[in-house]
Structures are given as C-alpha cells and as structure tokens.
C-alpha cells in the first residue's frame, strides 16, 4: 500500500516537473525563434541598451540581455522529470 502511494506522487511530481520543463522551453526558445522568423527580429540578441555620457566624459553603451536565474529551475525541473521517468521505468520492470 506504502509503495502504491510513493509511485502517485512521483507519477504527479514526474508530470508538473514536465509540463513546466516544456512550457518553459516554449516561451524562452520558440517563440523568439518563431518571432523573429515571422516577423524579421532579432528577439534574442538584446534585452535593453543604456546610453551614458555627457559632455565633459566618453560616452558609455550598455547592451544587456536577460539574465537567467530560471535556467537553473527549469534545469532543477528537467533532472526531476528525468529521475522520476526513470523510476517509474524501473518500477515497472520490478513489478514484472
């Protein structure tokens, strides 16, 4: 009974972790990818320029992108997915 209640909650945490792995990879990859095919931008190349300078001093551009504390979640969420895929697999080779 213990076990049959440990496979539920891996089967559910397997599933959230992959759907937040694929919507992530959605939103972040392809549709830039989409956006710039479609519409002739460049999405992925700069997030925001800053200008700094004034008279009497060299002027200063800043381009910056997004930076990405996400990646390590998705990345946290993607090794979940993968482990528990795995012993789900496994599982069910046991239980054979």
Do not use: H, W
Not at 11 to 31: D, E, P, Q
Not at 36 to 58: C, P, Q
């Amino acid at each position: 009974m213990q076990k049959t209640k440990l496979t539920k909650v891996i089967k559910i945490i397997t599933i959230i972790t992959s759907i937040v792995t694929v919507l992530y990879l959605g939103f972040r990859f392809l549709i830039p990818i989409y956006l710039s095919y479609r519409l002739n931008i460049e999405a992925n190349k700069v997030d925001s320029i800053g200008i700094m300078g004034g008279a009497d001093g060299a002027t200063t551009i800043f381009l910056t992108s997004v930076s990405s504390p996400a990646n390590s979640i998705i990345i946290i969420c993607a090794l979940f997915s993968m482990a528990g895929i795995a012993y789900l697999v496994f599982n069910r080779k046991v239980m054979k």
